[in-house]
């Protein structure tokens, strides 16, 4: 099996400033699965502890000059060590300011697989490669990766993939999450366990409670996608776990509980700086999903060449 390509400023600007940073605090390692079209940094896809995340990026807003082959479909997955990616990446970027202050040449950052003999071993082991490439110079900087993944486990993956991409029926755009990512760090002092309401009408309300206290918001009239009511008029002036309480009889409303520290997580996908936020319940209760919205620079148009989807775990399935 074969990858090399060329990072691109822009792709460099997206991992290094924006997405690298974030996925590293939902987890330290992930898969990296690379195919014909697309590069995806993926957590917690193949076991069922802690937060599921996608990021998705169409190999043009990374690379260009991409070269990818393998006996399985030119697919090629493997693990390995953000914090490490991140340290090469931002190393890679100061060498290349450094000979751009010197030269009038281009600096090229190509990144590859390759194997190795590492120290003290007599057995090749596989590493990305990341070289950074002067005038008359080249910095080489080798990321220890995982065996690649057989073609079982690829398939494996891509199911686990193909099965995160499900969307919830309902979903509620979160346009400003500041007050969110306020609470949360609020929320941490109370409780281990965040109580997240949903209803086709587009109200989205999450609380943490104890027996001595109870923290929370409520988010009202929010722009819906996908299956939606109107909200009933006896429920405008009642409580908020009221209007919840009957929205769930109803069956136009969902809530589940989920880890504080697992939302906590997902609410750091903002600092990739998306436009917007949609949250969702899956069927049964089955996750909570939150999906980030980018859209093209100057533009209200989504840029498909980027996604980024997160899936939590439920702790209990709450009602509904």
Known sequence: MKFKAFVTDNGVNLLEKRFLPVLEKTGKSC?????????????????????HSVAQFRKEALFHDYRISSNNDDRIAFALDLSLLLRALRSAVAIASEYSASSSTATRLEIKLVKKLSPNSTQSMPFLTLETRGY??????????????????????????????DLPPTLVQVPDSNQLLNLVDRMKQVGDVVNVFISKHGDLSVQVST?????GAEFRRLVVIGEQTNAPSEDQNVSAQTRSSRS?????????????????????????????????IGPQGSCLTVIFQFFIPGTRETDKSISLHCRLPVLDSGSG
Not at 39 to 46: R, Y
Not at 211 to 215: D, E, G, N, P, R
């Open 136 to 165: 008359k110079s080249a910095v080489i900087q080798d990321i220890p990766i995982s065996k690649p993944l057989s073609r079982a486990q690829v398939t494996e993956l891509q199911n686990a993939l193909d099965s995160a991409q």
């Open 211 to 215: 027996t001595l206290i109870s923290l």
């Open 248 to 280: 769930i009889s109803r069956g136009d409303g969902q809530s589940v509980q989920v880890s504080v520290k697992h939302f906590a997580k997902s609410l750091q996908c903002h600092l990739a700086r998306p436009d917007s936020a949609f949250y969702g």
């Open 31 to 51: 898969h990296l699965y690379l195919t014909r079209d697309h590069a995806l940094f993926l957590h917690n896809l193949l076991n069922g502890d802690g937060v």
